[in-house]
């Protein structure tokens, strides 16, 4: 696959036999992000569990400290006072099957998370398949079925991520944009990572972490030590 001169001059700089410190390894990513726009730095972690066992599976939801830098539009399944709250709190758009309709019909996808009051899951079941495949189903575990509404869109607005083990047991995650500067997203990067072995099963075996790399939309991985965690 060929490459630009921009990714063989950066990928130069990076020794892919050596595992960075988080610091050092986050600061080489926002050297080596020389696109024309503001690159995304994204975390990927490969786990030593199956994700095809239930009792090994990794999700949850964080709040990173400085948010994603992506502006996210909300959109809140609820009725009554729940969906005033909703609205107080900020979402974009609060319904219920009107919002089902919209989706269904119009093929309307103008939201980035999706929250909803427990009463309200018997309404949306019928968008699992719709919904799933994107991300965006509401689920308890990330604490977006809830009664606390309010709480829900001020943490999705505030900058709160799911993370989730794909099949082949990797978690990809964004933690910030390359603007912010290597201390914040060192910052982000260590509150998600505390939050992705916290959440480690019990079921799992053997080494929890088995890779761990940074990099920007455009630029070139960098592998990360991740013995500090003990895992």
Known sequence: MFKGKKYQD?????????????????ALVCQTSKAKFDETIELHIRLGVDSRHADQQVRGAVVLPHGTGKTVRTLVFAKGDKAEAAKAAGADYVGAEDMVAKITGENW???????????MMGVIGRLGKILGP??????????????????AVNEA?????????????????????????AEKLTENFETLLEAIVKAKPAAAKGTYIKSCTVASTMGVGVPVSTSKYGV
């Open 10 to 26: 950066s990928a130069k700089l990076i020794d892919k036999t050596k595992l960075y410190d988080s610091n050092e390894a986050i």
């Open 109 to 119: 996808f103008d939201f980035d998370a999706v929250i909803a009051t427990p009463d």
């Open 134 to 151: 994107k991300g965006l189903m509401p689920n308890p575990k990330a604490g977006t079925v809830t009664m606390d509404v309010a709480k």
């Open 157 to 181: 607005k505030a900058g709160k991520i799911e993370y989730r083990l794909d099949k082949t047991n990797i978690i990809h995650c964004p933690i910030g944009k390359a603007s912010f500067g």
